[in-house]
Nanobody
């Protein structure tokens, strides 16, 4: 059974940083495409980043490039998302997801974590 468990969210002041983690079980992050999505209050869930299970390439939403860094630790079967220079508009629930291939289409993702709340406020 596949499980994805996120952690690392919290309340952060604007300009701060956070590191989110997603521990996977039941699949290997080294051969599975893994992604981070986020959902702001009242908005649709959107893709943040993805690491391809095929070649390890990392992709980012165009508007988020530069402040978000996704990484993978095969030994720990974990993916992480480092977020810097946090802004109030980064507030939302951040989800980890797994699928065969990277895709911006939510329905293409087979497994989801429960999410971790990130709140950016002074």
């Amino acid at each position: 059974q596949v499980q994805l468990v996120e952690s690392g969210g919290g309340l952060v002041r604007p300009g701060g940083s956070l590191r989110l983690s997603c521990v996977a079980s039941g699949l290997g992050v080294d051969y599975t495409s893994m992604a981070w999505f986020r959902q702001a209050p009242g908005k649709e869930r959107e893709g943040v980043s993805c690491i391809s299970g095929t070649n390890g390439d990392t992709h980012y939403a165009e508007s988020l490039k530069g402040r978000f860094t996704m990484s993978r630790d095969n030994a720990k079967n974990t993916v992480a998302l480092q977020i810097s220079s946090l802004r109030p508009e980064d507030t939302g629930v951040y989800y980890c997801a797994a699928a065969e291939m990277c895709s911006p289409v939510l329905e293409k993702w087979d497994y989801w974590g429960q999410g971790t709340q990130v709140t950016v406020s002074s």
